[in-house]
């Protein structure tokens, strides 16, 4: 069965970008592994990323993540049956905060700065879905 998973959590204050590194190239080739795929985004403190595969698999990869030590306060924010996949193309993408895509960020978000822990589902959908139509601003992490 096909699910998306979505979940914010917030950076622990030791993390630094080559974590951020570290965490993409091992999800790719894990989730590559898994048949997961999704987006991880990364802005002021906050981690937002969804995960969008076999139900089992997502929820492995899920359970991992929430272990890890690099991140807190992790909450699920959706948590959805789909028919298809959005991130077809992607083992895990990712969208940094540059100021290119500083106003996509700001667009979903209700405060000045980006806030996923206050989304609703409609948002987060909407997010994701002009993420994965913007895709030169996902790095190269196929
Ligand atoms: P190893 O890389 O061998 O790691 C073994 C253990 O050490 C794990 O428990 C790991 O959490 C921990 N560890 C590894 N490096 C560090 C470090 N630098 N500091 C502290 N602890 C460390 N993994 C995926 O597979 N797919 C994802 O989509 C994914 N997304 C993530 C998103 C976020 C926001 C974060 C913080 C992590 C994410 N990870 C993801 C990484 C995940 O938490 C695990 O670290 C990784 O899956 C473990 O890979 P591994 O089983 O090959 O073990």
Redesign the pocket.
Same mark, same amino acid.
């Given at each position: 069965m096909l699910v998306r998973l979505i979940y914010a959590?917030r950076v622990e204050r030791n993390t630094s970008q080559s974590?951020v590194r570290?965490?993409l190239e091992?999800?790719v080739v894990?989730?590559g592994r898994a048949g997961?795929t999704?987006a %991880?985004c990364f802005t002021g403190g906050i981690?937002l990323?969804c %995960?969008e595969g076999d139900r089992r698999e997502v929820s492995k990869?899920y359970h991992?993540?929430l272990?890890?030590?690099?991140?807190a306060d992790a909450e699920l924010l959706m948590f959805e049956e789909v028919a298809s996949r959005n991130f077809t193309d992607w083992n895990?993408g990712y969208l940094g905060y540059t100021q290119e895509n500083r106003s996509l960020f700001l667009k979903y978000s209700s405060k000045a700065e980006f806030d996923p822990y206050s989304m609703n589902a409609m948002s987060l959908r909407a997010f994701f879905d002009e993420v994965v139509g913007s895709a030169k601003w996902l790095g190269s992490q196929k």
């Amino acid at each position: 069965m096909l699910v998306r998973l979505i979940y914010a959590s917030r950076v622990e204050r030791n993390t630094s970008q080559s974590d951020v590194r570290e965490i993409l190239e091992k999800s790719v080739v894990n989730n590559g592994r898994a048949g997961v795929t999704g987006a %991880l985004c990364f802005t002021g403190g906050i981690f937002l990323q969804c %995960l969008e595969g076999d139900r089992r698999e997502v929820s492995k990869v899920y359970h991992r993540i929430l272990n890890d030590p690099r991140h807190a306060d992790a909450e699920l924010l959706m948590f959805e049956e789909v028919a298809s996949r959005n991130f077809t193309d992607w083992n895990m993408g990712y969208l940094g905060y540059t100021q290119e895509n500083r106003s996509l960020f700001l667009k979903y978000s209700s405060k000045a700065e980006f806030d996923p822990y206050s989304m609703n589902a409609m948002s987060l959908r909407a997010f994701f879905d002009e993420v994965v139509g913007s895709a030169k601003w996902l790095g190269s992490q196929k």
